[in-house]
């Protein structure tokens, strides 16, 4: 998907395997209402940044960089997936973002980031934002390899399909998971809505190889490298234990 396409909304699917996407494509022919070709395979880098206390993640923000190509943007948003957040009512639902070179340090862009800050907040702020900056460290890394499609039907209904290979990074813990997803954006206006309905009940009704999926990528990275680290170390401690008993006996 191109990086300046208007997104009007989207629906994101976990897949069993990589080869979901050929049942998709099977069904989409099938129901012969879409002119489907293959666009691109393309491969995005999101870098996210947080403190070591994860000060961003507890306030609902993320703060991240975008690489596609040679095109490289810097965003600070609301994690509005992050509905539990405590925080919700201090900050506005509000997105900032800067085009930048993709070698770029973000502290390169201090007066954007304490700007971005201090528009996030609905009061005045009680911390300093360049103490806070000078923590702030890549927390996650997200790369993906996108296989891109583009299809249109006869009520003009411009969607991409984006078949994605996720490799997620934890940098604090250096655990690392991946995962197969699928997410499908409208990029057509609202007389379209029924149809992009009707699409996503058919995926789900005929596509079981497909799971809804309502978290945002790094969410699915928090909580795929957080799993797997709880895994390692109940491995890790059941093996200790057995070590003990043998040891006793």
Do not use: W
Request: glycine share 2%; net charge positive.
């Amino acid at each position: 998907m191109r990086p300046l396409d208007e997104i009007k909304q989207k629906r994101r699917y976990e897949m069993f395997n990589y080869k979901s996407r050929e049942k998709v494509l099977e069904l989409n022919s099938f129901f012969g209402k879409y002119n489907m070709q293959f666009e691109e395979r393309i491969k995005k880098t999101f870098i996210y940044y947080d403190t070591p206390n994860k000060d961003l993640e507890k306030s609902n923000i993320i703060l991240y960089k975008t690489v596609i190509g040679k095109f490289c943007e810097l965003n600070m948003a609301t994690d509005k997936t992050n509905v539990s957040s405590r925080y919700n009512y201090r900050i506005y639902a509000k997105h900032f973002q800067k085009q930048i070179k993709p070698n770029d340090k973000i502290l390169r862009h201090k007066e954007f980031l304490i700007d971005s800050f201090k528009g996030m907040f609905l009061s005045s702020i009680n911390f300093d934002p360049e103490f806070l900056l000078r923590k702030l460290e890549p927390a996650y890394i997200i790369e993906t390899v996108s296989d891109e499609f583009r299809s249109v039907n006869l009520s003009g209904l411009k969607i991409t399909y984006s078949f994605d290979r996720d490799f997620y990074t934890n940098c604090f813990s250096g655990i690392k998971t991946e995962t197969n997803i699928m997410t499908i954006y409208q990029h057509s206006g609202e007389k379209t809505d029924e149809d992009f309905e009707d699409l996503n009940s058919k995926l789900i009704r005929y596509c079981k190889e497909l799971t809804p999926v309502n978290s945002s990528k790094i969410n699915l990275a928090r909580k795929n490298t957080q799993e797997k680290l709880e895994q390692i170390q109940k491995a890790k401690a059941e093996k200790d234990k057995a070590k003990l008993l043998k040891k006793k006996k």
